[in-house]
T-cell receptor, first 111, second 112 residues
């Protein structure tokens, strides 16, 4: 099955700086890569996703890049704010099939 | 107000007791999922159902059971056979043919 690795496990940045979280996957057939944000005691919320037919996608301060050849994808958050502090999870799947999640990155934005 | 509801938010049980976690959705989604989340780990799939009256085991189904009698509901029973049941349980749903999965708020189960 698919194996998703996520790094780093913890990340601290100063408010206004950028944060980057990286994931690798093993199954070259995977073609859908969502990112979720989970606040303490709550369920994960989808924040951005990318399909294998594109290399980059942006939504305001959040962007995701995908390198299919290297089998890795990254989440980029610019101009970080304290409310960005949360745990972020990446996932990989073949569309319509099971999601495989990374182990999460705890992001702390220091005011 | 559409969404996924899970109840209760916190649940406490004694070891050896079965317990059922509720998951309801009014999004008209075909597929529903149950995940388990432990500290420092990603989400692991317990069971999923793509249509009513049908469900499949995920990666960690041992000690759990589910039913899907209605499209809106996908309850999870944690049986006494589950060796380490204390965890945060998350229910999710999707249209089945699309990509996104949407999650409920979760139930934290503590078994002592």
């Amino acid at each position: 099955g698919e194996n998703v690795e996520q790094h780093p496990s913890t990340l601290s940045v100063q408010e206004g700086d950028s944060a980057v979280i990286k994931c690798t996957y093993s199954d070259s057939a995977s073609n859908y890569f969502p990112w979720y944000k989970q606040e303490l005691g709550k369920g994960p919320q989808l924040i951005i996703d990318i399909r294998s037919n594109v290399g980059e996608k942006k939504d305001q301060r959040i962007a995701v890049t995908l390198n299919k050849t290297a089998k890795h994808f990254s989440l980029h958050i610019t101009e970080t704010q304290p409310e960005d502090s949360a745990v972020y999870f990446c996932a990989a799947s073949i569309i319509g099939n099971q999601f495989y999640f990374g182990t999460g990155t705890s992001l702390t934005v220091i005011p | 107000d559409g969404g996924i509801t899970q109840s209760p938010k916190y649940l406490f049980r004694k070891e050896g007791q079965n317990v059922t976690l509720s998951c309801e959705q009014n999004l008209n989604h075909d597929a529903m999922y149950w995940y388990r989340q432990d500290p420092g780990q990603g989400l692991r799939l317990i069971y999923y159902s793509q249509i009513v009256n049908d469900f499949q085991k995920g990666d960690i189904a041992e000690g759990y059971s589910v039913s899907r009698e209605k499209k809106e509901s996908f309850p999870l029973t944690v049986t006494s056979a589950q060796k380490n049941p204390t965890a945060f349980y998350l229910c999710a749903s999707s249209t089945g043919r699309s990509y996104e999965q949407y999650f409920g708020p979760g139930t934290r189960l503590t078994v002592t």
